[in-house]
């Protein structure tokens, strides 16, 4: 692909395509990861000369129906504050917009703008007729065959990998393509089946696979352990069985159980195989806690996405707090992606102790499991 720090940027108009969907509330910004995430490459652009718009997508707006909820007005206000000049905020900008080189602005959700989530090629024009250069940056999105990602690429007089997109995909390639060993991946999430694809892939790659959440429980269903009425899949049992006979893949012996998930809820530590009817297993129990603990601390190299539990409330994050302190320790080199991670890498406070976290979710899964992603796939077309 080529690479933005490749391509004369002075003078140039440059169209910079960023990931900068952030939470959101009472018009501020509430973590901004993703912003400092992308102020290396707009901080670049603007010192080489170029005139800079950047966009990106905030929420899911019906297309052609502006909210004021999704607007990107306060992510220009915080973006104003980390680089320290001003961001200018443009609502109206297909038609065309006025900026100057060394200038910055930031046009309004892309998700407004009819026809982005079917990739109108007469939308990706509009776009790419708005620069000279256009910069793919936002990996997070890359997985995504839309306008403002893959649409434009084609269309653009110029059209280059961005210095955070590139840096997300040679991290993870490290992982994927030749990663130091053991290499052990752990995988959350609610359902075998949104994952059947990743999972599959992985405990084919990888020496051990740890999961957690709905899938975990799935895994113990088909292993003739009781759940009760945790979150599982009982149609995907089979395929549950296959993963299982690889020998890869560590089941919990104890769990932490609640009859509800509730902020009030207690959970108790129970033996695997003492699950009650009316049980829902929240977490991990100290026993698995501390087999897992020991596997990350043998590990050369691990990848993370998901949590092990509800971690978000405290009765039922011990699992996950446990395992995020261990990854954090280990001398492994350490990958972590998807949103519920990084939530739970920033309430365990133990950033400084990952080596790359991914800004990606959908992105980092389907990279890793292979496939291709569309808006790489058009840059190397490009290129």
Same mark, same amino acid.
């Given at each position: 692909?080529?690479?933005?720090?490749?391509?004369?940027?002075?003078?140039?108009?440059?169209?910079?395509?960023?990931?900068?969907?952030?939470?959101?509330?009472?018009?501020?910004?509430?973590?901004?990861?993703?912003?400092?995430?992308?102020?290396?490459?707009?901080?670049?652009?603007?010192?080489?000369?170029?005139?800079?718009?950047?966009?990106?997508?905030?929420?899911?707006?019906?297309?052609?129906?502006?909210?004021?909820?999704?607007?990107?007005?306060?992510?220009?206000?915080?973006?104003?504050?980390?680089?320290?000049?001003?961001?200018?905020?443009?609502?109206?900008?297909?038609?065309?917009?006025?900026?100057?080189?060394?200038?910055?602005?930031?046009?309004?959700?892309?998700?407004?703008?009819?026809?982005?989530?079917?990739?109108?090629?007469?939308?990706?024009?509009?776009?790419?007729?708005?620069?000279?250069?256009?910069?793919?940056?936002?990996?997070?999105?890359?997985?995504?065959?839309? *306008?403002? #990602?893959?649409? &434009?690429?084609? =269309?653009?007089?110029?059209?280059?990998? !961005? $210095? +955070?997109?590139?840096? /997300? @995909?040679?991290?993870?390639?490290?992982?994927?393509?030749?990663?130091?060993?053991?290499?052990?991946?752990?995988?959350?999430?609610?359902?075998?089946?949104?994952?059947?694809?990743?999972?599959?892939?992985?405990?084919?790659?990888?020496?051990?696979?740890?999961?957690?959440?709905?899938?975990?429980?799935?895994?113990?269903?088909?292993?003739?352990?009781?759940?009760?009425?945790?979150?599982?899949?009982?149609?995907?049992?089979?395929?549950?069985?296959?993963?299982?006979?690889?020998?890869?893949?560590?089941?919990?012996?104890?769990?932490?159980?609640?009859?509800?998930?509730?902020?009030?809820?207690?959970?108790?530590?129970?033996?695997?195989?003492?699950?009650?009817?009316?049980?829902?297993?929240?977490?991990?129990?100290?026993?698995?806690?501390? *087999?897992? #603990?020991?596997? &990350?601390?043998? =590990?050369?190299?691990?990848?993370?996405? !998901? $949590? +092990?539990?509800?971690? /978000? @409330?405290?009765?039922?994050?011990?699992?996950?707090?446990?395992?995020?302190?261990?990854?954090?320790?280990?001398?492994?080199?350490?990958?972590?992606?998807?949103?519920?991670?990084?939530?739970?890498?920033?309430?365990?406070?133990?950033?400084?102790?990952?080596?790359?976290?991914?800004?990606?979710?959908?992105?980092?899964?389907?990279?890793?499991?292979?496939?291709?992603?569309?808006?790489?796939?058009?840059?190397?077309?490009?290129?």
């Amino acid at each position: 692909m080529l690479a933005m720090q490749d391509v004369d940027l002075h003078g140039k108009r440059v169209l910079i395509r960023e990931d900068l969907n952030v939470p959101i509330s009472a018009g501020q910004v509430t973590s901004d990861a993703r912003l400092l995430a992308a102020i290396p490459t707009l901080r670049m652009a603007l010192e080489e000369g170029a005139a800079v718009m950047v966009m990106s997508h905030l929420g899911r707006p019906a297309e052609g129906a502006p909210e004021p909820r999704f607007s990107l007005q306060p992510v220009a206000h915080h973006l104003t504050q980390l680089l320290g000049q001003p961001v200018r905020f443009v609502s109206d900008w297909l038609d065309g917009v006025e900026v100057q080189p060394g200038e910055i602005v930031l046009l309004e959700n892309v998700r407004f703008c009819v026809g982005e989530k079917i990739n109108d090629s007469a939308l990706a024009a509009r776009m790419a007729a708005l620069c000279d250069v256009f910069v793919m940056d936002a990996f997070a999105t890359a997985h995504r065959a839309q *306008a403002s #990602t893959e649409g &434009v690429i084609h =269309a653009a007089p110029v059209a280059c990998a !961005g $210095p +955070l997109l590139m840096t /997300e @995909l040679n991290a993870l390639s490290a992982v994927v393509q030749n990663p130091q060993r053991p290499l052990i991946a752990i995988i959350g999430g609610a359902k075998v089946s949104t994952k059947l694809g990743v999972l599959r892939q992985l405990v084919d790659q990888v020496d051990q696979l740890i999961t957690g959440g709905g899938i975990a429980n799935t895994l113990l269903a088909a292993a003739g352990k009781p759940v009760g009425k945790s979150l599982y899949e009982p149609d995907m049992l089979a395929q549950a069985q296959e993963l299982l006979d690889t020998g890869k893949i560590p089941l919990p012996d104890d769990v932490i159980c609640a009859s509800e998930v509730s902020a009030t809820a207690r959970g108790s530590s129970k033996n695997v195989d003492d699950v009650s009817a009316d049980d829902m297993i929240l977490d991990i129990g100290p026993s698995t806690s501390a *087999a897992y #603990t020991h596997l &990350v601390g043998s =590990a050369g190299t691990i990848l993370w996405n !998901g $949590p +092990l539990g509800v971690f /978000e @409330l405290e009765d039922f994050a011990a699992g996950t707090r446990t395992l995020a302190q261990a990854i954090a320790a280990s001398k492994a080199y350490s990958v972590a992606g998807g949103g519920d991670t990084l939530a739970a890498i920033d309430q365990f406070g133990i950033a400084d102790g990952i080596d790359y976290q991914s800004t990606g979710g959908g992105a980092f899964l389907e990279f890793v499991e292979g496939k291709t992603l569309p808006a790489i796939a058009a840059l190397q077309a490009r290129a």
